[in-house]
């Protein structure tokens, strides 16, 4: 790995030491769940300093404190994310109303960046290969609020076959060899071979021609990855080139960024001049990790896919149809009724008008009601593995909203709230039951504990005891 850094013209007395240097944290601020000015007037004690080039990305140093810790954190009010990992999504430039496709989407960084600049609206489908990674990709797409998703756990080499000239954008943040990642897990030095950036920069090849087959004629395709090979950066895209040479790779212009070129030729190979156009990110140059980022347009008036082939390299057992798996009740009578006596118990138990409810696409699973947008709740795909947010879990006699739905939808929150103190606040995000002082017009049953104006999540009153519902994978320990 040295020798290769040599050739790339790093001096390793300066690189190595940057490489394996902690940069400094970083949160992006969730405008889904609160205003910008207001999230960062509740962290003003952590100093947090713009990085220049998003307006939502900020620099800081918690001392001793550990940003996942904070209660903005838990709120999702903010994503603890390196700086560089937020510069594909800011060159993607998603807007709201559109489809757009995330390929590679766990553990969900750049997809709920995604969503966030979408305004939560349209459609973001979020695919991921692996099926293990997807808990993690939904948890965060619950805790910062995010409804316009479908998840998807399906090889991303079928989307080109299956829906071709499709996405207004996609993003296709690479699995690579992770060598800009080191400081965060040396775990990448064990596993790290020049074979292995040969079987990745394969695959990557894959991925790329199935990208910018389901890119719409005049789209946009963000390909990212986080390690320094040119044989997965400016050859993967060069690949692209030789079979598309009229796609076109756009220069990179971000306010507070000095970024390095793309390098144009390796080991003898001379690369498409395009590629110069890469933004490149070097971690002794910049305070982030390392990261390469390429800008690619798909003009109008390209062709279309033919359906009979299967641009990826994919068997046909694995593609993907474009017949989904119903999701829906087929008594859609019942399902109705179950959504409309669910919204009716929650607008008289929290003051929530079910009237608000009627902007989404609405739709149950067993004894649960969720919602998302109506682009994403009439897709078909295969391999959906959910669609949206779970607003909440019918029982016999009471229903209960979920603490996601709760913190998104708590300005609406009208009745049964239970103001707690910061030491009250601790202990309810830890999952106790406590004692509390609760307003003389709330009754027993479920409701809506508060803290600054913020919702918290949802909790069973008893006669003066609130017992949290905050689930167990959310709870914070102090």
Not at 212 to 221: D, E, N, T
Not at 307 to 312: A, I, R, Y
């Amino acid at each position: 790995m040295l020798a290769r850094f040599q050739e790339m013209g790093f001096d390793l007395d300066e690189f190595v030491p940057a490489l394996l240097s902690a940069p400094t944290s970083c949160f992006r601020i969730n405008t889904l769940k609160g205003l910008r000015q207001d999230v960062l007037n509740s962290l003003s004690d952590l100093k947090p300093e713009p990085v220049g080039w998003n307006d939502l990305v900020y620099r800081t140093d918690p001392g001793e404190r550990k940003l996942g810790k904070l209660a903005e954190h838990f709120l999702g009010l903010i994503y603890v994310q390196d700086s560089s990992s937020t510069i594909p999504v800011t060159v993607l430039d998603p807007q709201p109303g559109e489809e757009i496709l995330d390929m590679a989407a766990a553990p969900g960084s750049k997809t709920t960046q995604i969503a966030v600049a979408m305004d939560n609206q349209g459609l973001l489908v979020a695919n991921e290969v692996s099926a293990k990674r997807i808990a993690a990709l939904t948890g965060n797409l619950d805790r910062t609020g995010v409804i316009n998703t479908v998840v998807v756990n399906q090889p991303g080499q079928v989307y080109g076959y299956i829906l071709p000239d499709h996405f207004d954008r996609i993003l296709l943040d690479a699995p690579c060899s992770s060598e800009g990642t080191l400081s965060r897990n040396l775990r990448g030095l064990e596993i790290w071979s020049e074979k292995s950036i040969e079987r990745l920069s394969r695959l990557q090849r894959k991925l790329i021609l199935s990208s910018y087959y389901a890119l719409k004629p005049g789209g946009i395709m963000v390909y990212s990855t986080c390690t320094f090979a040119p044989e997965e950066n400016e050859g993967t895209v060069s690949y692209l080139l030789d079979k598309f040479p009229d796609a076109i790779v756009d220069p990179i212009r971000l306010e507070g960024l000095d970024a390095n070129h793309g390098f144009t030729r390796w080991r003898g190979v001379t690369f498409h001049p395009s590629v110069r156009n890469f933004l490149r990110l070097f971690p002794h140059q910049h305070d982030g990790e390392g990261f390469c980022v390429a800008k690619i347009r798909k003009p109008a008036g390209t062709f279309q896919v033919n359906p009979k082939q299967s641009p990826g390299g994919v068997s046909r057992n694995k593609r993907g149809s474009r017949k989904g798996k119903a999701q829906e009740p087929q008594d859609k009578k019942a399902e109705r009724e179950m959504i409309e006596k669910t919204l009716i118990s929650i607008e008289e138990r929290f003051g929530i008008p079910a009237e608000f409810y009627k902007q989404f696409y609405l739709f149950t699973r067993k004894n649960d009601v969720w919602c998302t947008t109506r682009e994403a709740g009439q897709i078909q795909l295969s391999h959906v593995t959910r669609r949206g947010l779970r607003i909440a879990r019918t029982f016999e006699h009471s229903v209960r909203m979920t603490t996601n739905a709760v913190q998104l939808f708590g300005h609406l929150v009208t009745c049964n709230r239970v103001g707690l103190n910061e030491h009250e606040m601790q202990r309810f995000l830890a999952g106790e039951t406590q004692k509390v002082k609760p307003p003389l017009d709330v009754s027993d049953g479920f409701v809506v504990a508060f803290n600054s104006g913020y919702a918290l999540g949802v909790g069973l009153l008893k006669q003066g005891n609130l017992k949290s519902q905050v689930p167990r994978s959310r709870r914070v320990i102090a």
